[in-house]
Protein backbone atom coordinates (compact mmCIF):
# COMPACT_ATOMS: atom_id res chain seq x y z
CA UNK A 1 0.00 0.00 0.00
CA UNK A 2 0.72 3.57 -0.27
CA UNK A 3 3.36 5.40 2.33
CA UNK A 4 3.54 8.61 4.25
CA UNK A 5 6.87 9.15 6.29
CA UNK A 6 6.69 11.88 8.55
CA UNK A 7 10.39 13.84 9.80
CA UNK A 8 10.84 13.73 12.84
CA UNK A 9 9.27 11.67 14.93
CA UNK A 10 9.51 13.34 18.06
CA UNK A 11 10.75 16.96 18.52
CA UNK A 12 11.30 18.86 21.74
CA UNK A 13 11.84 22.42 21.01
CA UNK A 14 12.79 25.39 23.83
CA UNK A 15 9.82 28.51 23.54
CA UNK A 16 10.09 30.61 20.21
CA UNK A 17 12.04 28.45 18.57
CA UNK A 18 10.32 27.21 15.14
CA UNK A 19 10.46 23.44 14.32
CA UNK A 20 10.15 21.74 10.52
CA UNK A 21 8.08 19.22 9.97
CA UNK A 22 8.58 17.10 6.52
CA UNK A 23 5.70 14.73 5.06
CA UNK A 24 7.27 12.61 2.44
CA UNK A 25 4.70 10.03 0.41
CA UNK A 26 7.20 7.66 -0.75
CA UNK A 27 5.69 5.41 -3.33
CA UNK A 28 3.17 7.46 -5.22
CA UNK A 29 2.01 11.36 -6.41
CA UNK A 30 0.49 13.26 -3.93
CA UNK A 31 -0.89 16.35 -5.78
CA UNK A 32 -2.87 17.55 -2.51
CA UNK A 33 -1.54 17.04 0.95
CA UNK A 34 -3.41 17.63 4.17
CA UNK A 35 -1.97 18.76 7.79
CA UNK A 36 -3.95 17.85 11.13
CA UNK A 37 -3.49 18.47 14.60
CA UNK A 38 -4.51 15.90 16.91
CA UNK A 39 -4.32 17.05 21.34
CA UNK A 40 -4.64 14.14 23.56
CA UNK A 41 -8.05 12.45 23.67
CA UNK A 42 -9.59 14.38 20.99
CA UNK A 43 -10.24 14.24 17.21
CA UNK A 44 -8.07 15.13 14.70
CA UNK A 45 -8.53 18.79 13.40
CA UNK A 46 -7.60 19.74 9.86
CA UNK A 47 -5.45 22.62 9.78
CA UNK A 48 -4.32 23.35 6.29
CA UNK A 49 -4.97 21.60 2.63
CA UNK A 50 -1.46 21.44 0.75
CA UNK A 51 -1.46 21.22 -3.30
CA UNK A 52 1.88 21.19 -4.74
CA UNK A 53 2.70 24.37 -6.35
CA UNK A 54 0.18 26.58 -5.00
CA UNK A 55 -0.73 27.95 -1.77
CA UNK A 56 -1.97 25.74 0.90
CA UNK A 57 -5.96 26.59 2.54
CA UNK A 58 -5.83 27.14 6.18
CA UNK A 59 -9.13 26.44 7.87
CA UNK A 60 -10.76 28.93 10.14
CA UNK A 61 -8.80 29.74 13.50
CA UNK A 62 -5.15 28.33 12.21
CA UNK A 63 -2.69 31.40 11.63
CA UNK A 64 -1.40 30.76 7.86
CA UNK A 65 1.71 32.94 9.61
CA UNK A 66 2.52 30.65 12.69
CA UNK A 67 2.05 27.61 10.63
CA UNK A 68 3.99 28.32 7.68
CA UNK A 69 3.32 25.18 4.97
CA UNK A 70 5.19 24.11 1.54
CA UNK A 71 4.52 21.84 -1.12
CA UNK A 72 7.29 22.22 -3.40
CA UNK A 73 7.20 18.57 -5.20
CA UNK A 74 4.34 16.30 -5.28
CA UNK A 75 6.30 13.93 -2.80
CA UNK A 76 7.33 16.53 0.00
CA UNK A 77 5.22 18.82 2.10
CA UNK A 78 6.36 20.55 4.66
CA UNK A 79 4.94 22.25 7.85
CA UNK A 80 6.69 24.94 10.15
CA UNK A 81 5.46 26.17 13.26
CA UNK A 82 7.27 29.33 13.67
CA UNK A 83 8.08 30.94 17.20
CA UNK A 84 6.46 27.90 19.07
CA UNK A 85 5.13 28.33 22.34
CA UNK A 86 4.05 25.39 24.92
CA UNK A 87 0.59 25.32 24.05
CA UNK A 88 2.00 24.40 20.17
CA UNK A 89 2.37 21.03 21.83
CA UNK A 90 0.46 18.17 20.00
CA UNK A 91 0.70 15.68 18.04
CA UNK A 92 0.85 16.59 14.07
CA UNK A 93 0.07 14.31 11.06
CA UNK A 94 0.08 14.77 7.61
CA UNK A 95 -1.50 12.97 5.08
CA UNK A 96 -1.69 12.80 1.51
CA UNK A 97 -3.93 11.97 -1.25
CA UNK A 98 -3.20 9.54 -4.26
CA UNK A 99 -3.96 11.15 -7.44
CA UNK A 100 -4.50 8.02 -9.12
CA UNK A 101 -6.44 6.50 -6.47
CA UNK A 102 -9.52 7.09 -8.36
CA UNK A 103 -13.12 7.60 -6.61
CA UNK A 104 -11.72 5.87 -3.93
CA UNK A 105 -9.67 9.35 -2.96
CA UNK A 106 -8.10 7.84 -0.01
CA UNK A 107 -5.87 9.34 2.25
CA UNK A 108 -2.90 8.38 3.27
CA UNK A 109 -1.11 9.30 7.15
CA UNK A 110 2.26 9.75 8.10
CA UNK A 111 3.43 8.37 11.20
CA UNK A 112 3.11 11.55 13.25
CA UNK A 113 5.07 13.98 14.48
CA UNK A 114 4.91 14.17 18.50
CA UNK A 115 5.64 18.09 19.61
CA UNK A 116 6.71 19.26 22.63
CA UNK A 117 7.53 22.66 23.78
CA UNK A 118 9.28 23.66 27.09
CA UNK B 1 -23.79 22.51 11.35
CA UNK B 2 -21.65 18.70 10.30
CA UNK B 3 -21.73 16.52 12.49
CA UNK B 4 -20.69 13.15 13.03
CA UNK B 5 -21.35 11.00 16.04
CA UNK B 6 -19.75 7.48 17.18
CA UNK B 7 -19.94 6.43 21.08
CA UNK B 8 -17.32 7.60 23.03
CA UNK B 9 -15.75 3.61 24.49
CA UNK B 10 -16.69 -0.14 23.93
CA UNK B 11 -15.98 -3.10 25.51
CA UNK B 12 -15.92 -6.53 23.93
CA UNK B 13 -14.41 -9.95 24.51
CA UNK B 14 -11.50 -11.69 22.78
CA UNK B 15 -12.99 -13.88 20.06
CA UNK B 16 -16.67 -11.82 19.84
CA UNK B 17 -17.94 -9.56 17.71
CA UNK B 18 -18.13 -5.76 18.07
CA UNK B 19 -20.32 -3.03 16.15
CA UNK B 20 -19.18 0.32 16.47
CA UNK B 21 -22.12 2.62 14.99
CA UNK B 22 -21.66 6.37 13.45
CA UNK B 23 -24.40 8.64 12.41
CA UNK B 24 -23.17 11.63 10.41
CA UNK B 25 -25.22 14.80 9.69
CA UNK B 26 -23.33 16.80 6.86
CA UNK B 27 -23.94 19.28 3.65
CA UNK B 28 -23.74 16.32 1.29
CA UNK B 29 -22.35 13.20 1.02
CA UNK B 30 -19.58 11.45 -0.95
CA UNK B 31 -17.95 9.20 1.24
CA UNK B 32 -17.58 7.47 4.29
CA UNK B 33 -14.40 6.14 5.62
CA UNK B 34 -13.27 4.28 8.96
CA UNK B 35 -10.09 4.35 10.52
CA UNK B 36 -8.16 2.67 12.59
CA UNK B 37 -5.76 4.73 15.81
CA UNK B 38 -3.49 3.12 17.85
CA UNK B 39 -2.57 4.95 20.63
CA UNK B 40 0.48 7.67 20.10
CA UNK B 41 -0.03 6.46 16.04
CA UNK B 42 -1.65 8.00 13.08
CA UNK B 43 -4.58 6.46 11.75
CA UNK B 44 -4.96 3.97 9.26
CA UNK B 45 -7.41 3.11 6.59
CA UNK B 46 -10.01 0.74 7.35
CA UNK B 47 -12.65 0.96 4.59
CA UNK B 48 -14.11 3.29 2.32
CA UNK B 49 -18.21 3.05 1.60
CA UNK B 50 -19.92 5.48 -0.61
CA UNK B 51 -23.31 2.83 -2.07
CA UNK B 52 -25.16 1.49 0.82
CA UNK B 53 -24.73 -1.83 1.28
CA UNK B 54 -22.03 -4.21 3.45
CA UNK B 55 -18.32 -3.91 2.43
CA UNK B 56 -16.70 -6.81 3.78
CA UNK B 57 -12.54 -6.77 4.09
CA UNK B 58 -11.65 -9.98 6.28
CA UNK B 59 -12.26 -10.20 10.16
CA UNK B 60 -14.00 -6.08 9.36
CA UNK B 61 -16.89 -5.41 7.45
CA UNK B 62 -18.02 -1.71 7.07
CA UNK B 63 -21.93 -0.98 6.78
CA UNK B 64 -23.87 2.00 5.41
CA UNK B 65 -27.46 3.55 4.57
CA UNK B 66 -27.41 6.94 3.08
CA UNK B 67 -30.69 7.69 3.45
CA UNK B 68 -29.82 7.15 7.72
CA UNK B 69 -26.89 9.03 7.71
CA UNK B 70 -25.95 5.73 9.29
CA UNK B 71 -22.71 3.85 8.71
CA UNK B 72 -21.35 0.78 11.37
CA UNK B 73 -18.08 -0.94 11.21
CA UNK B 74 -18.11 -4.75 12.32
CA UNK B 75 -14.59 -6.54 13.81
CA UNK B 76 -15.46 -10.39 13.70
CA UNK B 77 -13.16 -12.79 15.86
CA UNK B 78 -11.61 -10.09 17.89
CA UNK B 79 -7.70 -10.13 19.02
CA UNK B 80 -6.24 -8.29 21.38
CA UNK B 81 -4.54 -6.21 19.07
CA UNK B 82 -7.85 -4.87 17.91
CA UNK B 83 -7.67 -2.29 20.94
CA UNK B 84 -7.53 0.97 19.58
CA UNK B 85 -9.75 3.93 18.61
CA UNK B 86 -11.86 3.70 15.66
CA UNK B 87 -12.97 6.95 13.80
CA UNK B 88 -15.53 7.24 11.20
CA UNK B 89 -15.06 10.28 8.83
CA UNK B 90 -17.61 11.63 6.07
CA UNK B 91 -16.66 13.79 3.04
CA UNK B 92 -18.84 16.48 2.82
CA UNK B 93 -19.80 18.43 -0.58
CA UNK B 94 -16.70 20.25 -0.90
CA UNK B 95 -14.62 17.06 -0.51
CA UNK B 96 -13.35 17.67 2.42
CA UNK B 97 -13.36 15.14 5.50
CA UNK B 98 -15.33 15.75 8.68
CA UNK B 99 -14.19 13.35 11.65
CA UNK B 100 -16.26 11.70 14.46
CA UNK B 101 -14.48 12.20 17.72
CA UNK B 102 -13.50 8.14 17.74
CA UNK B 103 -14.59 5.45 19.71
CA UNK B 104 -12.31 3.66 21.67
CA UNK B 105 -12.48 -0.01 21.65
CA UNK B 106 -11.50 -1.95 24.60
CA UNK B 107 -10.74 -5.87 24.06
CA UNK B 108 -10.74 -7.88 27.31
CA UNK B 109 -9.16 -11.60 27.41
Known amino acids: GAVVSQHPSRVICKSGTSVKIECRSL??????MFWYRQFPKQSLMLMAT?????????EQGVEKDKFLINHASLTLSTLTVTSAHPEDSSFYIC??????????????FGPGTRLTVL | GQNIDQPTEMTATEGAIVQINCTYQ??????LFWYQQHAGEAPTFLSY??LDGLEEKGRFSSFLSRSKGYSYLLLKELQMKDSASYLC??????????WGAGTKLIIKP
Open chain 2, 49 to 50: NV
Open chain 1, 50 to 58: SNEGSKATY
Open chain 1, 27 to 32: DFQATT
Open chain 1, 95 to 108: SARDADAGETDTQY
Open chain 2, 89 to 98: AVKDSNYQLI
Open chain 2, 26 to 31: TSGFNG
